[in-house]
């Protein structure tokens, strides 16, 4: 893959997705936080209003019906009704209050309020406070789901390590990742993950970026350069200037960007805010219908009656099932989705996601494993293999580039003992040193060229990369290397075709790389040699069948691939600022069966979406009328709101139990 230069992004990706979103906790609908931000509270806090409230209702009612006391009458139950109804009622008429001052009269809150309130003045007070303290009992539920999604999120997300080594006074020191401060010096052992983003200090270091990036190549970084958090030093010991502080690092980024994810509103959820905000006012006006209008059409009119049967139908058509449950849906799917490694930037990608016919994918990195193993060794006649490898080794030995580990880790042990001189790099072709008095040349076919040594192979149609290797003038043979294809890249391709999803490869790959990766894994359609404007074209064809397109690739080379496709998948989930601006979607830990997985928990995800909208809508007619005419009270209505709204909650959280 080409690499890009990554230039600070924009707060607006190549799609029109903003990204600078708020801090704001949960899920905000209608302007209304339902959140409830708990923080560390326990369950026991988050119940006691609700407990409290319920054991003074029930007490009221057993004096009511049971225990008649003669004291219990008069303003003595009404303060007593009253006492019930505080603990969860005042945060309900605080938040009415609140939306009211901030010009937004017709919320839910506004709803619960008139018609509780309705209900003590007409002198129903238990059902008043029923009506209260269920709805209470339905936020916390409500509250509790929210952060047990977010402790998923939060518990698979933030996988730096705890502690860092840092040098101070020349001598190495652990201290807790959190209190490093720009321009501590960590140092960096081989196979250990860096912490933060920093500068390079040691001459030279390789890195396995393939998570950041899904490069094939782990990225051999000099002096001065820029590493990132998320990237695992392969080599020797290297010296890490920190320059980024550890809550603005990239994995920081990430965290926030899933704790925001809701921000990205599904179109069905947009479509609730908008019938909620129509949908209210017109309830509240017909509930006043309701109360009056009968006074012209019914000979024996009662007020009393016809007030109470408005409260009713004003509970009832409460709309919190459909606000609360529906962006509880969406963020259950996130949490699930998070749970399993894959991070969803808002709520809508879970419905874009569904509906995709194409997967259109690279090939390095995202179906390929991106690290180099040795694949053959073919000598030339009059060449010992062992010798030859045993030259090859120590040579490669002296440089820092991956196929030095890949070479290394076929031969094993380096023979120090072999006499080697004048080492030298040629940049772009290979090394050159002098053993025994003669030369040896270890590099690219470019190499055997440069120093004219003669070779009779067509290495144009091999699909590996080739190192060839000549030894005192003469060709001596050659050496494949490749990345292999990962463990579940031939399931992901079946899998996508069992959901009747074609799956299309593009990679600026040789061809013949290219096709054999596609052939071993059943691709329908692959194209290699491809340039980045070649991708957007191959994407275009695609589009203009009107079919919908999910690329995958590392969201940082491919923008304008992930740009144009309908959702962007990025694997590696430890990726750059561009890569979190660019995709839709993150793979967390590069596994490509992750992709029809992803597709399969967008589609559960609109399932049970819709099964809430119609359990809601169903209940509340057949509540709504039964109300209207009179033979539904208060009781009822309480189940048609927030019964329902807790079944709702109580499915919606059902996908975060699933197993994919």
Request: charged letters at 20%; proline letters at 3%; one cysteine or more.
């Amino acid at each position: 893959m080409e690499k890009c230069c990554s230039t600070t992004p924009e707060k607006t990706d190549p799609k029109g997705h903003k990204h600078n979103h708020s801090e704001g906790d949960g899920h905000d609908h209608d302007g209304h936080d339902h959140s409830h931000d708990t923080g560390d509270q326990s369950i026991f806090q988050m119940f006691l209003p609700a407990i409290i409230s319920f054991v003074i209702l029930l007490l009221g009612i057993a004096f009511d019906n049971y225990i008649k006391p003669a004291w219990f009458t008069g303003w003595v139950r009404l303060v007593w009704f009253l006492a019930a109804y505080i603990p969860v009622g005042f945060p309900v008429l605080k938040d009415a209050y609140k939306s009211i001052i901030k010009g937004d009269v017709f919320s839910e809150f506004f709803l619960m309020g008139i018609a509780t309130i309705g209900a003590f003045a007409i002198g129903e007070y238990p059902e008043g406070v029923a009506v209260m303290l269920f709805y209470a009992v339905g936020e916390v539920f409500q509250s509790m789901a929210v952060t047990r999604a977010k402790g998923n999120i939060k518990a698979l997300l933030d996988q730096r390590p705890d502690e860092v080594t840092i040098m101070e006074n020349n001598q190495p020191k652990t201290i807790k990742a959190k209190e490093t401060k720009i321009g501590d010096v960590i140092q960096l052992k081989p196979g250990e993950k860096l912490a933060l983003d920093g500068e390079l200090l040691s001459d030279s270091a390789s890195f396995n970026t393939a998570a950041l990036t899904g490069e094939s190549k782990p990225d051999t970084k000099n002096k001065g350069e820029v590493v990132l958090a998320g990237m695992i030093n392969m080599n020797s010991i290297a010296l890490v200037k920190v320059t980024t502080a550890y809550e603005d690092s990239k994995l920081s980024k990430i965290l926030e960007l899933v704790q925001n994810a809701t921000a990205q509103k599904a179109p069905t959820e947009l479509f609730i805010r908008k019938f909620a905000k129509i949908y209210t006012p017109i309830v509240v006006f017909l509930a006043i219908g309701i109360t009056f209008l009968p006074y012209f059409f019914v000979s024996d009119y009662l007020f009393r009656d016809w007030l109470y049967r408005a409260l009713i139908f004003l509970v009832i058509s409460c709309p919190c099932a459909l606000v609360i449950s529906i962006p509880l849906g969406y963020f259950g799917g996130i949490g699930a989705a998070s749970r399993n490694g894959i991070l969803f930037k808002g709520s809508n990608f879970l419905d874009s996601i569904a509906e995709i016919q194409n997967v259109v994918m690279d090939k390095t990195g995202t179906m390929t494993e991106g690290v180099f193993k040795v694949q053959e060794v073919n000598m030339a006649s009059g060449f010992n293999k062992d010798e030859i490898m045993q030259l090859v080794n120590l040579l490669e030995s002296k440089s820092t580039h991956p196929v030095a580990t890949a070479i290394h880790n076929y031969v094993g042990e380096i023979n120090y003992s072999i006499p080697m001189e004048n080492v030298e790099e040629i940049a772009g072709h290979g090394l050159k040193a002098t053993v025994n008095g003669k030369e040896l040349l270890v590099g690219n076919f470019k190499l055997m060229d440069k120093f004219n040594i003669s070779y009779d192979i067509n290495h144009a149609n091999i699909v590996y990369t080739l190192i060839a290797v000549a030894y005192d003038k003469k060709f001596a043979g050659y050496i494949t290397i490749a990345d292999s294809i990962k463990t579940d890249a031939k399931e992901t391709v079946d899998n996508l075709h069992k959901m009747g999803v074609k799956a299309t490869m593009l990679s600026g790959d040789k061809g013949t790389v290219v096709k054999y990766v596609a052939d071993q894994l059943g691709i329908d359609n692959a194209f290699g040699d491809l340039l980045p404007e070649d991708k957007v074209n191959k994407v275009k064809e695609i589009k203009a069948k009107n079919q919908t397109v999910a690329f995958v690739g590392d969201g940082v080379n491919d923008a304008p691939v992930v740009a144009l496709s309908d959702v962007g998948i990025a694997m590696g989930g430890l990726g750059s600022d561009a890569t979190i601006e660019t995709a839709d979607v993150v793979i967390q830990d590069d596994k490509p069966s992750k992709i029809p997985m992803a597709i399969n928990i967008g589609k559960q995800t609109k399932k049970i979406v819709w099964q809430n909208i119609i359990l809601a809508f169903a209940v509340k007619a057949v509540v709504l009328v039964l109300g209207a005419g009179g033979l539904a009270t208060m009781w009822e209505a309480v189940f048609a709101d927030v019964g329902v709204a807790l079944l709702a909650i109580l499915n919606a959280v059902r996908i975060q139990r699933m197993k994919f």
